[in-house]
């Protein structure tokens, strides 16, 4: 990113003068928006993907039957697939299969929308990300700390297949059930208008690799100049958001240390304050 003289000073908010693209589903950004806000920058709301929840009962692979089937272990990796898991059809009857089961979790958001409906979830350390967490899953039935083989998995619709090979590796029994479809949002002209006018430093807040990909889709669809990238830091939440962002020819100037928003918005400002040329390996 080119140097700026929009940088705060030490006596400023931090995302003073910044103008902050959320691109995160509607629902979710309000309380980053106005953290945002509150650290001085200028909030610009810009969801580039939709979560829809089945309006009908899920769909479990292979199937099973919650009279008689019990699961020993749950895995949920996002905040998404709880709500999927709590708004379906006929949920409270499958209780019985998950009753006794270990729920883990990827992080602390994931866990509070847990414990929203009643429900522990572990947050096994330095899991930031679903396949750190079936790997941590693998080793510990291999080392026999977690006992049973059965395991229910809670994903999204674009989930890798690699979470569920990791586990099947390591003997587990795998359901996975669908809780939730990520959509492409439709585009959102005018806060990707406001940005662009916006003056320098911006930066951009990336959520999810499907997030990238329709981004990246749509930059190519309207022909847009690589200048944009000029006074913008490109932020991701994670690991697999920012190989996606590589993959995909863009630059990551920071990324999370861990899958939450205040992680994220401290990875954007430290890029910020070294003119976005931090690699995110040092974040």
């Known amino acids: 990113m080119t140097q700026t003289s929009g940088k705060p000073s030490a006596t400023e908010s931090p995302l003073t003068g910044c103008t902050v693209l959320i691109t995160r589903p509607e629902a979710d950004s309000q309380p980053l928006a106005d953290r945002v806000h509150a650290l001085g920058g200028r909030p610009l709301v810009a969801p580039l993907i939709?979560?829809?929840?089945?309006d009908k009962e899920l769909t479990f692979d292979p199937a099973f039957t919650p009279l008689t089937d019990r699961f020993d272990t749950v895995a949920v990796t996002s905040a998404n697939a709880v709500r999927g898991w709590t708004q379906s059809d006929a949920w409270e009857s499958r209780e019985q299969?998950?009753?006794?089961?270990?729920?883990?979790?990827?992080?602390?958001?994931?866990?509070?929308?847990?414990?929203?409906?009643?429900?522990?979830?572990?947050?096994?350390?330095?899991?930031k990300t679903g396949q750190d967490l079936a790997v941590y899953l693998a080793e510990e039935r291999a080392s026999e700390r977690i006992k049973g083989s059965?395991?229910?998995?809670?994903?999204?619709?674009?989930?890798?297949?690699?979470?569920?090979q990791v586990l099947s590796d390591a003997g587990w029994q795998v359901t996975e059930c669908i809780c939730y479809e990520v959509r492409s949002a439709p585009w959102p002209d005018s806060a990707w208008q406001a940005f662009l006018e916006a003056p320098s430093p911006r930066a951009v807040l990336l959520f999810s690799p499907s997030a990238v990909q329709t981004l990246v889709h749509h930059l190519t669809k309207m022909r847009t100049s690589p200048a944009w990238l000029q006074g913008t830091v490109i932020a991701c939440v994670g690991t697999t958001t920012a190989k996606a962002c590589t993959e995909s020819g863009l630059p990551v100037h920071a990324m999370a240390s861990r899958p939450d928003r205040d992680a994220l918005l401290s990875a954007t400002v430290t890029a910020l304050s070294h003119g976005g040329s931090q690699s995110p390996d040092s974040v």
């Open 50 to 54: 939709e979560i829809a929840y089945p």
């Open 97 to 127: 299969a998950v009753s006794s089961a270990r729920w883990f979790v990827v992080g602390e958001r994931t866990r509070r929308a847990l414990q929203a409906v009643g429900i522990d979830g572990e947050v096994p350390e330095g899991c």
């Open 150 to 164: 059965r395991i229910l998995y809670l994903r999204g619709s674009l989930a890798s297949s690699a979470f569920r």
